[in-house]
T-cell receptor, first 110, second 117 residues
């Protein structure tokens, strides 16, 4: 969706390096969902952010929703090959549906 | 605790045929949403079911229809299949999705890969 832009579109990092994926909305976000997807498989729920400034962590993955609630970032610390996949952000606005970005394809080189 | 389960995992159909995909939500969830994911793109919302009724619909033609059963499981039906319907179909479940906007966690199944030839 052009309403939700993810950057970069793809990323190759060396194992052990940190990385950040951004999700930018053209409209106010009321909720922001982060998912991970292995190629051709289902989406794995990572985190849900609702309040501006909110930050959540799960293992080595941290996500934050900025104060103005139009951008979220996903940060991975000390990346591992198991982190490889497609990261998708989904926005919840004035509806009961999620609008997704195009995804960021992450490859981690051993 | 079983998560969201979808069946079948893969399906090949011929243009013009009809297909039915099935989804069982995560235990304790009562709302089911269906998404279509074309290759290399993010999922797109098809529709959502709650209390056995379609509550919201995305920009998909009437060829796409659904149903929710009393046990909260759901079916997605697609009639008159087109080549462009080839995609990964994902089911997501959540709990009491009556709030606007969404404010509950949504969990996805493994998807059904539909190929139309």
């Amino acid at each position: 969706s052009q309403e939700l832009e993810q950057s970069p579109q793809s990323l190759i990092v060396q194992e052990g390096k940190n990385l950040t994926i951004n999700c930018t909305s053209s409209k106010t976000l009321y909720g922001l969902y982060w998912y991970k997807q292995k190629y051709g498989e289902g989406l794995i729920f990572l985190m849900m952010l609702q309040k501006g400034g909110e930050e959540k962590s799960h293992e080595k993955i941290t996500a934050k929703l900025d104060e103005k609630k139009q951008q979220s970032s996903l940060h991975i610390t000390a990346s591992q090959p198991s982190h490889a996949g497609i990261y998708l952000c989904g926005a919840s606005r004035r509806s009961n549906m999620l609008t997704f970005g195009g995804g960021t394809r992450l490859m981690v080189k051993p | 605790d079983a998560g969201v389960t979808q069946s079948p995992t893969h399906l090949i159909k011929t243009r013009g045929q009809q297909v039915t995909l099935r989804c069982s939500p995560k235990s304790g969830h009562d709302t089911v949403s269906w998404y279509q994911q074309a290759l290399g793109q993010g999922p797109q919302f098809i529709f959502q079911y709650y209390e056995e009724e379609e509550r919201q619909r995305g920009n998909f033609p009437d060829r796409f229809s659904g149903h929710q059963f009393p046990n909260y499981s759901s079916e997605l039906n697609v009639n008159a299949l087109l080549l462009g319907d080839s995609a990964l179909y994902l089911c997501a479940s959540s709990w009491r999705q009556t709030a606007v906007p969404m404010n509950t966690e949504a969990f996805f199944g493994q998807g059904t890969r539909l190929t139309v030839v």
